[in-house]
């Protein structure tokens, strides 16, 4: 159990208690805590390498174009990135 739960529970019972003694002006019990629904992101990390050596290199976009199209029908928001920003290398 989270220390921020516990501490929640602990305020609930002494709320109670107090009430229970009679007090009028009780503070009301803490709301409970509830969970955002984060958006659902993917970062598809790509190549920034042009050259591996003397020989010519790139993405090779089914690598990318794939997984892309998986997430956007599955209503994810991708961002696609490079290793060095900029343009990602194309092999041809």
Same mark, same amino acid.
């Given at each position: 159990?989270?220390?921020?739960? *516990?501490? =929640?529970?602990?305020?609930?019972? =002494?709320?109670?208690?107090? @009430?229970?003694?009679?007090?009028?002006?009780?503070?009301?019990?803490?709301?409970?805590?509830? *969970?955002?629904?984060?958006?659902?992101?993917?970062?598809?990390?790509?190549?920034? @390498?042009?050259?591996?050596?003397?020989?010519?290199?790139?993405?090779?976009?089914?690598?990318?174009?794939?997984?892309?199209?998986?997430?956007?029908?599955?209503?994810?928001?991708?961002?696609?990135?490079?290793?060095?920003?900029?343009?990602?290398?194309?092999?041809?």
């Amino acid at each position: 159990m989270s220390c921020e739960r *516990k501490s =929640l529970e602990k305020l609930a019972t =002494l709320h109670a208690r107090h @009430a229970l003694k009679g007090h009028r002006h009780a503070t009301p019990p803490p709301r409970r805590v509830t *969970k955002t629904k984060m958006a659902k992101k993917v970062l598809l990390v790509s190549t920034s @390498a042009g050259q591996m050596g003397e020989h010519p290199t790139g993405l090779w976009i089914s690598e990318l174009a794939e997984p892309y199209t998986v997430f956007t029908k599955a209503g994810f928001d991708v961002t696609i990135a490079s290793i060095a920003g900029g343009a990602v290398p194309v092999c041809a």
